[in-house]
């Protein structure tokens, strides 16, 4: 069983910054890529940021130079460092674990809403 467990998400500011953290149950380095995706209401989830297991990363358009994925294989964690957010970037921001053979786990989503 793989669980991953997302933190950090909260309300702030147009032009604050978060940084939400994902704790997997196994280590990180096994898996083939690491990401975070958002969902809106009413919206479809979608990729914000990815790193492969080399530590190659991709973002979306939207969150290029604004947001940083990152990870710590020895505490097994992935970050996402969220900076000058803006209300469109309201949404659930989940954590996902894809390994070589193409299995995808999920963790239960943070909140992040940004708004004055």
């Known amino acids: 069983q793989v669980q991953l467990v997302e933190s950090g998400g909260g309300l702030v500011q147009p032009g604050g910054s978060l940084r939400v953290s994902c704790v997997v149950s196994r280590t990180i380095f096994t898996f083939y890529a690491m990401g975070w995706y958002r969902q809106a209401p009413g919206k479809q989830r979608e990729l914000v940021a990815g790193?492969?297991?080399?530590?190659?990363?991709n973002y979306a358009d939207s969150v290029k130079g604004r947001f940083t994925i990152s990870r710590d294989n020895v505490k097994n964690t992935v970050y996402l460092q969220m900076n000058r957010l803006k209300p469109e970037d309201t949404a659930g921001y989940y954590c996902?674990?894809?390994?070589?053979?193409?299995?995808?786990?999920w963790g239960q989503g943070t909140q992040v809403t940004v708004s004055s």
């Open positions: 996902n674990a894809e390994n070589w053979k193409g299995d995808a786990y």
């Open positions: 790193i492969s297991s080399g530590g190659n990363t």
